[in-house]
T-cell receptor, first 112, second 112 residues
Framework: GQQLNQSPQSMFIQEGEDVSMNCTSS?????WLWYKQDPGEGPVLLIA?????ELTSNGRLTAQFGITRKDSFLNISASIPSDVGIYFC????????????FGQGTRLTINP | DAGITQSPRHKVTETGTPVTLRCHQT?????MYWYRQDPGHGLRLIHY???????DKGEVSDGYSVSRSKTEDFLLTLESATSSQTSVYFC???????????FGEGSRLTVL
């Protein structure tokens, strides 16, 4: 099946540091989404990107839709303890096909 | 809150027994999905539905069947559970054409 390669798989940082993670694919995607999952809960949508080159922010989070349409990046600035969790990228290849492909996730741990 | 309820939230069963997981939504959305989540694999699509009695397979559909007799309910059935089906199962709905999925809280299934 289609694969998204998400990196890094895990990150251990100090509170206050900035975080960067990315997702790449050999295929083109029309939509990129970023989700966060807290323990014992379902993933929650953070940011949605619909256009190549698009840069979108949600508070301390910023995500970009790569210009080649084969990658996306998520940055978190000035991390806080509640940022701990697993972050997933997801891509949709065909508009209206209503199916997403997910990356393997990046587990973020923050030392206070 | 996307109005999604999954049941049961936790289940332990034995190999060879049938299992049905239920996803209930309160907002009349057309598209519903079942994903499974396993360490190192992210979320993988099992089956999805685009309307009452309209379903299709995802990338890991072997060993699973689904039914949707009412808009609000999407059932996932394991006819004869195997240990490889031990996983966390998430139901999701989409509210837009853009592919943004909203997830339930998950059902943790352990097959002994």
């Amino acid at each position: 099946g289609q694969q998204l390669n998400q990196s890094p798989q895990s990150m251990f940082i100090q509170e206050g540091e900035d975080v960067s993670m990315n997702c790449t694919s050999s295929s083109i995607f029309n939509t990129w989404l970023w989700y966060k999952q807290d323990p014992g809960e379902g993933p929650v949508l953070l940011i949605a990107l619909y256009k190549a080159g698009e840069l979108t922010s949600n508070g301390r989070l910023t995500a970009q839709f790569g210009i080649t349409r084969k990658d996306s990046f998520l940055n978190i600035s000035a991390s806080i303890p509640s940022d701990v969790g697993i972050y997933f990228c997801a891509g949709q290849q065909i508009q209206g096909a209503q199916k997403l492909v997910f990356g393997q996730g990046t587990r973020l741990t923050i030392n206070p | 809150d996307a109005g999604i309820t999954q049941s049961p939230r936790h289940k332990v069963t034995e190999t060879g027994t049938p299992v049905t997981l239920r996803c209930h939504q309160t907002e009349n959305h057309r598209y519903m999905y079942w994903y499974r989540q396993d360490p190192g694999h992210g979320l993988r699509l099992i089956h999805y539905s685009y309307g009452v009695k309209d379903t299709d397979k995802g990338e890991v559909s072997d060993g699973y069947s689904v039914s949707r007799s009412k808009t609000e309910d999407f059932l996932l059935t394991l006819e004869s559970a195997t240990s490889s089906q031990t996983s966390v199962y998430f139901c999701a709905i989409t509210t837009t054409q853009g592919g943004e999925l909203f997830f339930g809280e998950g059902s943790r299934l352990t097959v002994l």
